[in-house]
């Protein structure tokens, strides 16, 4: 299978634009050859191991490294007093906490970091890690949030001067007194207590880093796992009080983020000081047992939520009350302002005159994080409450709950809408999106297929959710991450034979960089996709920009892209006017040249103009010769996709399995540049519903052990837990987006799980039970017992 | 201990110690990194070989045990004069996205392929259900597969 006309098949005759181009990319990945962090082999490079602790809440007593120290391939042995001496024993969280690199006085969650090993080879590093003794002192650890705050309750930050509690925050957001006026006085209020569990993003690389430090120029090059490699290198500056300019950040290819790799974990500061200590290049990467226990975990949100509506069925008023495990660090990585994130946008896709949400962050002995795994920051657990609730309040009642939903909806004509909690979605047709989804599934032929089986004994369930995504964070206003806004750069020059290299502060974990933001570049400039070379990742050959997570890169890298394309076309005029001694006006552009009004002959290509450019040709006077731009790109709002799910499960009522028959999703990401990309983003994120709703959840038993720390126990979808996915579109153009486009990295995520937990329900016909759904909670649930999912205690 | 692996057609011989993990002895010792390791349990997949001929993970093999076999890696799939059929199909189809199961999800797929050559939805489902894949939720693969197996047929006809 050779000879076709290039490895992502634009031909001669498609030379541009957006389309389903196979992507560049995979050249190098079907090969073999993609080049991830482990496959970098520096000359004489050291590994690094690290201790952790087997106990959740423990006071260190002693940490004894003599004998790993005397093991012969080991280099160095770094503990927290080691870091202490070099005052880089903590380091501040991405939400101004502080967080332990190497434990020093006590260890707060099963996993912490305690010590750091190098030696020369992988295994001797394990090796020597199991020859350190540690003498520590048990605590009592706070497993479960809801009693975190009980007088009394260990105190677990007791480094915090002052500290005499486990509460971090309270936040709240909307009109608390109006939304009580209205539940006051409204026919109908249906509540339901729900959690969303601790689960992990788990991508299939780990996480991991390989810091090497040149003593002669003072330079420090981290390679590492990152998806934003500009929030790394000033962050490292700030921890470490290096030079900004003497950092170097390079991510090479990426298998997998999905939120996990946003952060920068002690293993990387490690890396580091190991690198310092010994001379030599560190490389430090995770095994998957420390990935799921000690890097950001995601959600474990525990939600109190209630829903107003008139007798006919309108909904008025939505408020919840929300108890917010941020483990033993506060880690997350949001917005500073929002220490929610964006959970306030729980209104969701129906126009309501009140909302109001309060928020309460305490303090356990679990691991830090909480806004990873494709959830743009906290979105996840606001669409699953709106849409559990919306549920309940159609089951408490009688209603249909496609009908509830759709006379329910935001009109095309109420766009663009400011939700009571402050965000302006930009469009939507969200009954067209709905309709579509509806269509598609064969919603009342389901419904009545449903009844059959019901009257036969079968369990067939059939679940909907409608979301409303924001992405693309965001206006420097609103948003910043430790002081930095979030505006992002791009940089376009065009070499003078016309093809290009486009630089981007995001990066690429799987989404198709290379060749999406190719094609945005070839359709604003009329030249092929395969002419444009996507450089990302790098400091030190991209501009700054806060990097790709909460499905940004499209509505924030895209617009830099496509606007400083334009930028370089009209440069491109102006050389264009001096060759063919035109006013600049009197040129048209007709995609790839400039040619005079009324003589289309008379024309000068992109390749020609930016020979030209490099040339000894006169240009107009203040016109600097070459052909390049650079800019700077600040979201004036999110953009807002939404999208329509409808879930068919069968279960099976003897042993409580459910098995999901169809998935139906219809996706409105606005403008799609590649809809074969943006499908397999889709596809990517339905599967990750079907495993947050059935099958992954972290549980802590009542000493803190981690209960999902190896792929035996933390249990991903397979293929065979997958159905055929059957997708469906509308678009929406993003007004405010240069090319109309919003994001949809994870608008599936955020979406799907309340569609299959919904179906469940509806087949089993209980009111609610929490996820993961698994077997045995499915059939608790059935005799009206359901579990705890957070907490392995029996009942 | 010396072991005499032969892997895509060439053998190595080196000197390793016995517990080295056959995924670290083609990717450290050999710098055959195509091979990914991810999850230490024989869950994940993302380090399957074939070990004389049959799909193998080799994150739970040892390199010893491998000692006079021979071993297939994604990097022995296509040859000189182009691309396997699997490997066209999982570009065409857009069967992967960060690429990091990839080499093993198509050593899977090629073995299935070449004991049936045009397998149903559910013998391909079953065939890759342990592996796993984080991005494509697995229907892009189903259709490279189909298509690789589709392409066979051709070849055939």
């Known amino acids: 299978m050779t000879g076709t006309i290039s490895d992502t098949g634009v031909s001669a005759e498609t030379p541009m634009g957006y389309g389903s181009m196979r992507r560049k990319e995979d050249a190098r990945f079907i090969r073999g050859k993609g080049h991830y962090l482990d496959d970098i082999a520096l000359p004489g490079m050291l590994h690094g191991a690290i201790l952790r602790s087997p106990y959740a809440h423990a006071k260190i007593l002693s940490v004894d490294t003599s004998a790993a120290e005397a093991h012969p391939k080991v280099k160095a042995v770094i503990t927290g007093e080691t870091l202490a001496g070099l005052g880089l024993a ?16 006590k260890v707060r969650f099963q996993g912490q970091e305690v010590a750091f090993v190098v030696a020369e080879d992988r295994y001797a590093a394990r090796d020597a890690v199991g020859l350190i003794e540690v003498e520590y002192e048990a605590l009592e650890p706070v497993v479960d949030a809801t009693t975190a705050l009980d007088p009394g309750a260990p105190v677990i930050r007791d480094d915090l ?7 971090i925050f309270d936040w709240e957001a909307g ?12 026919d109908l209020v249906s509540s339901c207590e729900m959690v969303y569990p601790r689960s992990h993003p788990a991508p299939m690389e780990t996480c991991g880093s390989i810091a090497s430090l040149d003593a002669v120029t003072g330079k420090l090059t981290v390679y590492t796992t990152t998806q934003a490699p500009h929030a790394h290198r000033t962050v490292y500056a700030l921890v470490a009080g290096l030079p900004e300019h003497k950092i170097q950040i390079i991510a090479p290819d990426i298998g997998g983020g999905f939120g996990n790799k946003v952060g920068i974990y002690p293993g990387y500061v490690c890396a580091v000081v190991g690198s310092i200590v010994t001379g030599a290049p560190v490389k430090w990467v995770e095994d998957r047992s420390e990935n799921l226990m000690s890097t950001s975990f995601a959600r474990d949100y525990h939600m109190q939520g209630e829903i107003a509506a008139s007798k006919e069925g309108k909904i008025l008023a939505v408020r919840v009350k929300v108890l917010a495990d941020h483990g033993a660090f506060n880690g997350t990585a949001q917005p500073s302002k929002m220490p929610a994130g964006l959970f306030h946008v729980f209104s969701g896709s129906y126009p309501m005159a009140a909302a109001h949400c309060s928020v309460t962050g305490v303090y356990t002995n679990k691991c830090p994080g909480g806004v990873a795994y494709a959830c743009s920051f906290r979105i996840t657990e606001a669409v699953y409450l709106i849409e559990r609730l919306v549920d309940v309040l159609a ?20 766009f663009p809408y400011t939700t009571p909690l402050g965000w302006e979605y930009d469009s939507g047709n969200y009954p067209k999106t709905f309709r579509t989804a509806l269509d598609i599934a064969g919603y009342d032929a ?22 409303t995504e924001a992405v693309g964070a965001g206006p420097r206003k609103h948003m910043d991450i430790l002081g930095l806004g979030m505006a992002d750069g791009a940089e376009l020059r065009i070499h003078p034979t016309g093809k290009a290299v486009l630089r981007l502060s995001c990066m690429s974990q799987g989404q198709g960089h290379e060749t999406t933001f190719a094609q945005i570049a070839a359709e604003e400039l009329g030249i092929s996709p395969d002419d444009i070379e996507v450089v990302q990742g790098d400091t030190d050959q991209t501009p700054f920009g806060l990097g790709t997570y909460a499905s940004r890169s499209t509505p924030v890298s895209g617009a830099a892209t496509a606007i400083v394309a334009r930028k370089v076309r009209e440069r491109a005029r102006i050389v264009a006017s001096a060759m063919l001694e035109v006013s600049p006006d009197d ?17 000068k290509s992109l390749a020609e103009i930016a020979m030209a450019a490099h040339s000894s040709l006169e240009l107009p006077e203040g016109i600097e010769g070459h052909l390049d731009a650079t800019c700077v790109y600040n979201p004036p709002n999110m953009t807002y996709p939404c999208g329509a799910y409808i879930c068919v499960v069968d279960v099976d009522g003897g042993t409580g399995q459910v098995k999901v ?9 606005g403008v799609r540049i590649n809809p074969m990309i943006v499908e397999g983003q889709v596809h990517g994120g339905l599967a990750d519903g079907i495993g947050m709703a059935l099958m992954e959840g972290i549980a802590f038993d009542s000493d803190g052990n981690h209960l999902g720390a190896s792929f035996m126990d933390y249990l991903l979808p397979t293929a065979v837990e997958c159905p055929s996915w059957e997708l469906g579109e509308t678009v929406t153009p993003s007004p405010h987006h240069p090319i109309g486009a919003k994001g949809v990295g994870e608008s599936a995520t955020v979406g799907s799980p309340p569609a299959v937990v919904n179906a469940v329900l509806d087949a089993i016909g209980v009111r609610h039970a929490d996820m993961p759904l698994t077997p045995a909670h499915v059939w608790r649930a059935m005799q009206g017992r359901p579990l705890r999912v957070d907490l392995a205690i029996g009942d | 201990m010396q072991i005499t692996v032969t892997v895509n057609g060439t053998s190595y011989t080196r000197d390793v110690e016995p517990r080295l993990l056959l995924v670290h002895f083609l990717r450290d010792e050999l710098r055959l990194t195509g091979t990914h390791w991810g999850c230490d349990t024989s869950n994940c997949g993302v380090c399957v070989v074939w070990l004389d001929g049959a799909p193998a993970k080799s994150c739970t093999v040892l390199a010893a045990m491998a000692d006079g076999h021979e071993v297939r890696t994604v990097e022995g799939l296509g040859d000189a004069a182009g691309l396997d059929p699997i490997q066209q199909a999982f570009s065409d189809k857009h069967g992967l996205q960060c690429g990091f199961c990839t080499p093993g999800m198509m050593m899977t797929c090629r073995a299935l392929l070449d004991r049936d050559p045009d397998p149903s939805e559910a ?24 298509a690789a197996a589709a392409a066979g047929q051709e070849v055939k006809a």
């Open chain 1, 446 to 467: 389901l419904r009545a297929e449903q009844k059959e089986r019901r009257a036969r004994g079968e369990l067939m369930g059939i679940g909907i959710s409608f979301f």
């Open chain 2, 123 to 146: 013998t391909i489902r079953e065939a890759i259900s342990g592996q796993i894949c984080r991005c494509t939720g697995y229907e892009n693969i189903v259709r490279s597969v189909k």
């Open chain 1, 90 to 105: 903590w380091m501040p969280t991405l939400s101004h906490d502080v967080q332990a690199v190497l434990a020093t006085d």
């Open chain 1, 587 to 603: 040129l048209e552009w007709a995609k790839g040249s400039f040619h005079v009004k009324g003589d289309p002959l008379a024309s």
């Open chain 1, 395 to 414: 089951r408490d009642n009688g209603w249909d709950p496609a009908t509830l939903r759709m006379d329910n909806l935001l009109r095309p004509e109420q």
């Open chain 1, 175 to 186: 009109d608390a007194a109006a939304t009580d006026a209205i539940f006051e006085q409204a």
């Open chain 1, 661 to 669: 028959r169809r998935f139906i999703a219809v996706d409105d990401c």
């Open chain 1, 161 to 167: 001067e002052g500290r005499t509690d486990n509460h």
